[in-house]
């Protein structure tokens, strides 16, 4: 009888995908940390996303949706399961032509003949970069998706947690979400239907998502009248102000006071934690909201670090910082609970004045 294994590489054969076993996840994490997964594959077809699905419910074996690895941090004991990733007319973006597309804001015209005022709409496949969005709608002479130029993260990946910078959000432009259930039924969902929640998932983690729609104002200004800043101009800012060596990104959401975000960074960086390193994870020196890989970090090395920061920002502050980063595969596990016994003992000798 072939097990699982057999079944997909025979599902994949012939179609648009590449597929591997006992895959390093360090290989596909922007924090380059994590095990080996069973089985990775990268689908670039509909069909072929369905036929690798259909796989996943006939031997009940786990999926994982994977994008650029941002904002995730992985076990160093790896996956079970398959992790898939999308590519190819997956990651496709491109302009909507038809007439009459209408959502909740109301009706948008035929985009062939706008005015330079008009809406317009862009399609984005969840494989998409969120930084190949801000590009692709520059040339196309549209504003609004600018602060999405150098975040390192695809659109599926960023509709998990509502991806952002400059005070701007996915949740401003996107208004249509097209998505697969786990029986592979195909959906739509509407703009009324879509959460926009700071830094929470759009729409539920039992969903696919396949593609998204985004309105967003022809010319040189947002639809509030501001001066459109280049996406150039942004990545500059992100680069200046971020560290280069390998993270996830912003590590901690910022949190919310009297009604106001503050930043996490700053509230780390005034609890003197800027430098602080355990194994091969530190604080960045540059930016105190990145968790940074200085050549050997481990996943415990840096799940103690983030939780030794939270206990140290939560005494001197009051406020408990909740991470953006999710871990893989979760936190029920046994090294999790470890590295939370010695934060406990840290937490004991801070009390002590140890």
Same mark, same amino acid.
């Given at each position: ?155 599926? @990946?960023? /509709?998990?947690?509502?991806? !952002?910078?400059? &005070? $701007? +959000?996915? #949740?401003?432009?996107?208004? %249509? ?87 996490? @960074?700053? /509230?780390?960086?005034?609890? !003197?934690?800027? &430098? $602080? +390193?355990? #194994?091969?994870?530190?604080? %960045? ?70």
């Amino acid at each position: 009888m072939h097990d699982w294994r057999s079944h997909l590489g025979e599902a994949v054969t012939g179609c648009a995908a590449e597929l591997r076993f006992a895959e390093p996840m360090s290989k596909h994490t922007t924090f380059r940390i994590g095990g080996l997964a069973d089985a990775w594959v990268s689908v670039r077809d509909r069909n072929t996303l369905a036929r690798v699905l259909e796989v996943c419910r006939e031997t009940g074996v786990r999926t994982w949706l994977l994008g650029r690895g941002s904002n995730v941090l992985v076990s160093d004991q790896g996956l079970r399961g398959i992790v898939i990733c999308l590519g190819g007319e997956l990651a496709e973006i491109k302009e909507q032509r038809t007439q009459g597309i209408q959502d909740s804001r109301g009706p948008v015209s035929d985009t062939r003949v706008l005015e330079s005022s008009t809406p317009r709409i862009l399609s984005a496949g969840a494989g998409a970069a969120l930084d190949a969005v801000a590009t692709f709608a520059e040339k196309e002479g549209l504003a609004g998706a600018e602060f999405l130029a150098g975040i390192p993260g695809t659109v599926g @990946g960023g /509709l998990h947690s509502n991806a !952002g910078a400059f &005070g $701007r +959000s996915l #949740g401003d432009i996107v208004i %249509s979400v097209t998505v697969l259930d786990h029986d592979g039924n195909e959906s739509v969902l509407s703009d009324a239907q879509i959460r926009r929640e700071y830094r929470k998932p759009m729409v539920d983690d039992s969903r696919i998502v396949l593609e998204v729609t985004m309105q967003l104002p022809s010319g040189c200004r947002m639809s509030n009248g501001e001066r459109r800043v280049s996406p150039e101009e942004i990545r500059k800012q992100r680069w200046s102000k971020h560290p280069t060596e390998p993270s996830a990104g912003s590590f901690f959401r910022n949190p919310e006071k009297d009604g106001e975000r503050i930043p996490a @960074g700053k /509230l780390i960086e005034q609890c !003197g934690l800027k &430098g $602080r +390193s355990i #194994g091969g994870a530190r604080v %960045s020196e540059k930016h105190a909201n990145f968790l940074v890989n200085t050549g050997k970090a481990r996943f415990a090395d840096v799940y103690e670090l983030a939780q030794i920061v939270k206990a140290t920002v939560e005494e001197q502050t009051g406020i408990l910082l909740e991470e953006e980063v999710q871990y893989l595969p979760g936190p029920n596990e046994a090294r999790i609970q470890n590295a939370e016994a010695r934060i406990q003992k840290f937490r004991s000798g801070a009390a002590n004045g140890r």
